[in-house]
């Protein structure tokens, strides 16, 4: 470890010293001391007291600028004002009835109107609801497999924990990557069923069709590749994909768990003009709440009414989510709200983009929507490959040091982003590029001592 990062997380040490006490109790009883493996990290993970708005508290009362924001489920901040009188309204008149209601149309219309989908059905998160959407797909077409991106993720699930975040040992041809479990306890049979593409390159899920004619589902995507920091579609990759999935016969699934919400008003058809055959929604829609839908053509969702896929789930609909949904697309997710985040998130990107140019760091930042990135690269990335050969002691000095100037830019891991709220005010974003500037110059330096190798190359 270079002796710029060890200062950062020295400091970091010193300013936590209550969540290293937290965690340490937590890890007899819960693995790795968290309830989520994504929430674990060295030296030990910030334990949080309270938050609203755009900040939270941790446990030693340090304050921090909050653009993890629960890995991006919270696009409306904390606790925000119109999300909690409606659930405060709800608390008293019972919290599930496992019995329909009438939130549930008022919801389905929001999202039917805002989406290109006909008919919605509920879950309470983005793993429930890709699960769902791939059944039905395999009911849909009567194939198996689907195509999936390496790299990409889309929840816990068999059909989804394959090639995450596989090594370099395991992955095989770029052109033909390997399904690589992720993890053990993933059946083999499972793995025979995904066939893994490299995004952005359309040579690759063609060859996947040609391998499996008549057997291929789906094509299940995030239309913006954000289990890599932030890698977009390069023009015509998505319209491409649609085309292919149509000449194949096969359903094109948008995992919306991040975009639907983040991107813009209408989620990623209506950023990028092209339509896909399913969405899967979750985080920001729910508002804090746990809140999911996967929504698609009648005809399709026919297969559910006339009771040949089954769809279930004790927590669906409860009027607590559903009244933080409702409130959610109502007084959150508005044209207006969109603006006023797409102010900020410019003013944050442009503001990285001259403290980049200013030190002379070798990165660029990626920025759509609501959410953005410092991509620590030479070039921009465009598919998984391009984004392992990030330098890792780089990113967490970049990490430690913004937590310990009171911003944390993004969740722990160099996979992730930042999310802009709709609370974060421009005071917010002066505060987040005054940390930034503060350790650019260190960044750099480092950044000058150490090489960072070329990624390999794809067919396209
Ligand atoms: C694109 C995408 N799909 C699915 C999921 C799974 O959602 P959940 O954690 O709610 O199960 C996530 C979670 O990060 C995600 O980012």
Wanted: charge should be neutral; include cysteine; glycine fraction near 8%.
């Amino acid at each position: 470890m270079y002796p710029d990062l060890q200062k950062e997380i020295s400091a970091f040490e010193r300013r936590t010293p209550k969540s290293a006490e937290a965690h340490k109790k937590n890890l007899k009883r819960i693995p790795l001391g968290v309830a989520s493996n994504y929430r674990a990290y060295d030296p030990w993970p910030i334990f949080v007291k309270e938050a609203s708005g755009s900040k939270f508290r941790d446990l030693d009362g340090n304050e921090y600028i909050d653009h993890n924001l629960t890995f991006g489920a919270l696009m409306a901040g904390h606790c925000h004002p119109a999300v909690m009188k409606a659930v405060e309204k709800r608390l008293s008149t019972g919290t599930m009835f496992g019995m329909p209601h009438d939130m549930e149309w008022e919801l389905a219309e929001e999202i039917c109107n805002r989406f290109p989908v006909e008919m919605c059905r509920f879950g309470n998160s983005g793993t429930e609801v890709t699960m769902h959407a791939i059944r039905l797909a395999r009911a849909a077409t009567g194939r198996d497999k689907i195509v999936k991106f390496e790299g990409a993720y889309h929840g816990l699930h068999d059909s989804a924990l394959v090639s995450v975040k596989p090594h370099a040992p395991d992955y095989g041809d770029i052109n033909a990557p390997t399904s690589v479990p992720g993890g053990l306890g993933v059946p083999k049979a499972a793995l025979e069923n995904v066939k893994i593409a490299t995004f952005n390159s359309l040579a690759t899920v063609e060859r996947r069709f040609k391998e499996n004619t008549g057997q291929i589902a789906a094509i299940i995507l995030e239309p913006i590749l954000m289990n890599v920091g932030l890698c977009m579609p390069q023009p015509g990759f998505l319209q491409g994909l649609r085309d292919i999935a149509t000449k194949n016969g096969a359903l094109l699934i948008f995992d919306e768990v991040k975009t639907g919400a983040k991107l813009c008003w209408g989620g990623a058809s209506e950023y990028f003009g092209v339509m896909p055959d399913m969405i899967c929604l979750a985080k920001s829609i729910g508002g804090g709440l746990p809140l999911a839908a996967f929504g698609t053509h009648k005809s399709v969702m026919d297969l559910i009414s006339q009771h040949k896929v089954f769809h279930g789930g004790t927590y669906n609909t409860n009027p607590v989510s559903m009244a933080a949904g409702l409130a959610t697309f109502r007084h959150v997710l508005t044209r207006e709200n969109y603006a006023h985040v797409e102010k900020l998130s410019k003013k944050l990107a442009d503001g990285y983009r001259k403290i980049i140019a200013k030190v002379g760091l070798q990165a660029y930042i990626a920025q759509a929507g609501a959410n953005g990135a410092l991509m620590l690269y030479p070039k921009e990335i465009v598919n998984y490959r391009d984004w392992t050969t990030i330098d890792v002691d780089l990113w967490r000095h970049y990490w430690f040091g913004m937590v310990n100037r009171g911003v944390m830019a993004q969740p722990y891991w160099w996979d992730e982003q930042w999310t802009i709220s709709v609370q974060h005010t421009e005071a917010d974003i002066d505060k987040h590029l005054a940390a930034f500037d503060d350790i650019a110059a260190s960044l750099a330096k480092a950044q000058q001592e150490r090489a960072i190798p070329e990624p390999a190359a794809v067919a396209h």
